[in-house]
């Protein structure tokens, strides 16, 4: 069973960066796209981007774009989300997330299979 576990959150100021990590455990990790979500209060779970398993493609919504980036390395079976220039509407429940099946890409929510449990990432101004 794939297990997926966040770490790395926590509380900053605007303008301040943040590197979130996910590891995985029981699944064949460079054989998984991963992805990152983030739920505010209130609000539906927001995709932010994704990473190919072989780590040569990328995808960010209009969120991320310009200011995080997503990264993995499949030695240690583990995905990261570099956030820089981190603003109050950033604050959010982080999600590592993973398709339900290998060598497949993620697209939206409904190609998940595999969520961690979240990180939260709390930018103050």
């Known amino acids: 069973q794939v297990h997926l576990e966040e770490s790395g959150g926590g509380s900053v100021q605007a303008g301040d960066s943040l590197r979130l990590s996910c590891i995985m455990s029981?699944?064949?990790?460079?054989?998984?796209?991963m992805a990152w979500f983030r739920q505010s209060p209130g609000k539906e779970r927001e995709f932010v981007g994704t990473?190919?398993?072989?780590?040569?493609?990328?995808y960010y919504t209009d969120v991320a774009k310009g200011r995080f980036t997503i990264s993995r390395d499949n030695r240690k079976n583990t995905v990261y989300l570099q956030m820089n220039s981190l603003k109050p509407e950033d604050t959010a429940v982080y999600y590592c997330?993973?398709?339900?099946?290998?060598?497949?890409?993620?697209?939206?929510?409904?190609?998940?299979?595999?969520w961690g449990r979240g990180t939260q990432v709390t930018v103050s101004s």
């Open positions: 997330a993973a398709p339900g099946r290998t060598e497949y890409f993620v697209g939206s929510v409904k190609d998940i299979g595999y």
């Open positions: 990473i190919s398993w072989s780590g040569g493609s990328t």
């Open positions: 029981g699944g064949t990790f460079n054989l998984y796209a």
